[in-house]
């Protein structure tokens, strides 16, 4: 079953077609990953998709689960990004961005707000409902940070972590939110070995454990063809392949694409 589809989603900026008739099925349960050279167009089909951007031309499409287990299709095209984190997709960035001032549980408790079920009165008041509200977000996140690992440093400073550490944080964050899909854009930038092998095992974990369904941006081919389903691949915006790993590895137009040489490439 699809939870995630873009039907013939394109993005320009002025002259650069950045994103060309994307289609992207993203079934549940799946880790999927986008991959492609820089400037390819793939943070781009990330920020239609969580609304940053309004698409061209083109819709996005979400199928969540309610909370009475009924699934919907939802047309999400060009709706707020709250509203979009809302519905069941987080995201994490290129560019960590976490309150680095704030300890790792602070962190993770912002990104919770929006689950909380009080309003701002009840908060200023410190009416029981905010309390038992608050003390539940607690919890929560203490749950949370036990299954990522994190529960001994809550309280630390965000800025004091490792730089692996800081991008678990930063995925804390985001499941932290209660999303059915989660977006990751390049998890693994900026790893060393180590760390890379410790973010493979993480994103395994939350899709066995927590049975999320991921969509990853990756340069790092190694992690892109060890854990993923499938496999998009685009160039100058344009969709040049999709399948497997092993499809992917073998197709002369991703060949042709990252190393910019002529592979025999069959029209
Ligand atoms: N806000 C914007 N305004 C104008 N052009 C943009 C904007 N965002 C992206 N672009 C252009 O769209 C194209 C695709 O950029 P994008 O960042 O999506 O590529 P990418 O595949 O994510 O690259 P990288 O792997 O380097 O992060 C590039 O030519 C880029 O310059």
Redesign the pocket.
């Known amino acids: 079953m699809s939870l995630l589809k873009t039907e013939n989603v394109v993005?320009q900026?002025?002259g650069?077609v950045?994103?060309n008739d994307l289609n992207i099925d993203i079934k549940k349960g799946e880790l999927a990953a986008l991959i492609?050279?820089?400037?390819?167009?793939?943070?781009?089909?990330?920020?239609v998709i969580t609304g940053v951007?309004a698409p061209t031309k083109g819709k996005v499409l979400f199928s969540p689960v309610d909370s009475v287990g009924v699934t919907n299709e939802i047309d999400i095209t060009a709706r707020k990004p709250n509203k979009i984190t809302n519905l069941g997709i987080a995201r994490t960035f290129?560019n960590i961005r976490l309150f680095k001032e704030l300890t790792v549980m602070e962190n993770v408790l912002v990104a919770t707000h929006q689950n909380v079920d009080f309003n701002f009165l009840s908060a200023t008041l410190r009416l029981p409902k905010a309390i038992r509200g608050e003390l539940k977000a607690k919890q929560d996140c203490e749950l949370l940070l036990d299954r990522m690992g994190l529960i001994d440093l809550k309280d630390e400073k965000a800025s004091s972590l490792p730089y692996g550490q800081q991008r678990h944080l930063e995925i804390a964050r985001a499941l932290a939110t209660d999303p059915q899909l989660l977006l990751l854009?390049?998890p693994a930038a900026g790893m060393n070995p180590q760390e890379t092998d410790e973010l493979t095992d993480l994103i395994l974990k939350l899709k066995t454990d927590f049975g999320l369904t991921i969509f990853m941006?990756e340069?790092h081919m190694d992690l892109v063809m060890e854990i993923s389903d499938h496999i998009y691949v685009?160039d100058f915006?344009c969709t040049i392949a999709k399948g497997t790993p092993d499809q992917i590895q073998n197709d002369p137009k991703v060949i042709e694409a990252y190393l910019g040489v002529d592979a025999d490439v069959e029209d």
Request: charged share 10%; proline share 4%; net charge negative.
């Open positions: 993005m900026f002025g650069v950045a994103v492609g050279p820089n400037g390819a167009g793939k943070t781009t089909a990330f920020n951007y290129q854009d390049e941006i340069h685009l915006g």
